[in-house]
């Protein structure tokens, strides 16, 4: 082959391989994240986004605002309580799922959601909501989405013991 041809050639797959978008990621959960947050601020909200048990709760959490204590300004501050978020990650296993959504507050406080999902109905339903400050200044120490509070403090010790 000449020259001019191959040049050609290079020319048409790079302009292929920049204009080649890599496949969207599947997210499910963050999807679904994103589908509340989007409802919760038109005012459409209801139990279509919670299972049983977690809407009870966010009911009686909305019944007390005045309160605004513990479990529940945690339920009242779902989903705004990160105003910018980072990044996700998220893992799912049969009708079990976990999103991790990192992020900060809006005082620029580093925040991270850790929220469990059913899968019931055909669609994917939020069970219980975890939220981590990092006040004192440490760092993510989750690699990966992970919602049992029990592994969180194993993998916390863990990487408290790789830093010394």
Sequence with gaps: MNKSILQILFIGVALIACTHQAPKQVSPLYDRFVEY???????????????QKLWSAIKEARAQTAKEQGLSAILLKFPDGIAHISGSK????????????????????QTD????????G??????????????????????????????????????MQSQQ
């Design 113 to 120: 959601y850790y929220v469990s999902f059913n899968r019931e």
């Design 90 to 109: 998220e893992a799912i296993k049969d009708s079990k799922g976990c999103l991790m959504l990192m992020g900060t507050d809006n005082k620029n406080t």
């Design 122 to 159: 055909g669609q994917w339903v939020f069970d219980e909501i975890q939220i981590k400050y990092f006040l004192d200044g440490t760092k993510r120490f989750l690699k990966e989405a992970v919602c049992d509070e029990e592994k969180q403090n194993q993998l916390w010790i863990e990487f």
């Design 37 to 51: 947050r989007n409802a919760e601020k038109s005012g459409q909200t209801e139990n279509q986004f919670f299972s």
